[in-house]
């Protein structure tokens, strides 16, 4: 078994990626094996990804585009892709930058990751504007409205967060059902965006990070 560490600017270590080597000498390359906790399988993409764009940063930067180093990474104008949230807003992204060509290459399609993601991400907010449907919460939320500034017993008594509480479990299982498609999609693509940055990451190599290795 061998690790390799991925760092990212300023000498951060920030995910290690373990790969367990072919026993008896069988051919073929070592099979990396996935962090078990969601922040360190986060933490994995976000390394791969500071990778990737680092690597296209670089190149763009070696061909003299003449473009800013903002427009390098996130884009130029006007944005490809945009998603408009049930909450009425609209969330853009582009698709000629860095970090767009970081995601290709991780999640395999960007549009559908970024519907995804987008979608996914804004489930709470969705079920949150779902409560003013119901007259009670309404109720709650003129009686907090009502409150004068850093009044925080009037704001307690206005019943708001107690009802926030009660109401809002079963508002954002309703988001969920309806978005279900997009929930599989954000998982079946972040799977894939997982393997993918631990095969990128255990084949890399990297500096030794300073002081004891993290255990």
């Not at 690790?3 to 790969?19: I, K, L, N, Q």
């Not at 130029?76 to 853009?92: F, I, K, N, Q, W």
């Not at 704001?155 to 508002?171: H, V, Y």
Request: some cysteine; hydrophobic content about 40%; aromatic content about 4%.
């Amino acid at each position: 078994m061998s690790a390799a560490w991925a760092r990212v600017a300023g000498g951060t270590v920030v995910a290690a990626v373990f790969t367990v080597l072919p026993a008896g000498g069988c051919s073929g390359p070592p099979r990396p094996v996935l962090p078990a906790s969601e922040p360190a399988r986060s933490e994995l993409i976000k390394a791969a990804q500071q990778v990737l764009v680092d690597r296209c940063m670089t190149a763009r930067g070696t061909a003299g585009q003449p473009v800013s180093q903002e427009d390098a990474l996130f884009g130029t104008d006007p944005a490809e892709l945009e998603v408009t949230l049930a909450t009425g807003y609209t969330v853009r992204t582009h698709t000629d930058g860095c970090l767009a060509q970081a995601h290709r290459h991780l999640y395999g399609d960007q549009a559908r990751w970024f519907r995804a993601e987008v979608t996914v991400n804004n489930l709470r907010p969705e079920a949150r504007a779902r409560l003013r449907d119901d007259p009670r919460y309404r109720a709650a939320l003129a009686r907090r409205a009502a409150c004068p500034d850093k009044d925080t017993c009037c704001a307690r008594e206005s019943g708001l967060d107690d009802m926030r509480a009660r109401l809002e479990p079963a508002r954002l299982a309703e988001v969920r059902a309806a978005h279900r498609e997009d929930i599989a999609t954000y998982d079946q693509l972040r799977d894939r965006a997982l393997h993918r940055a631990a095969r990128l990451l255990a084949g890399r190599a990297t500096p030794s990070p300073k002081g004891p290795a993290p255990s």
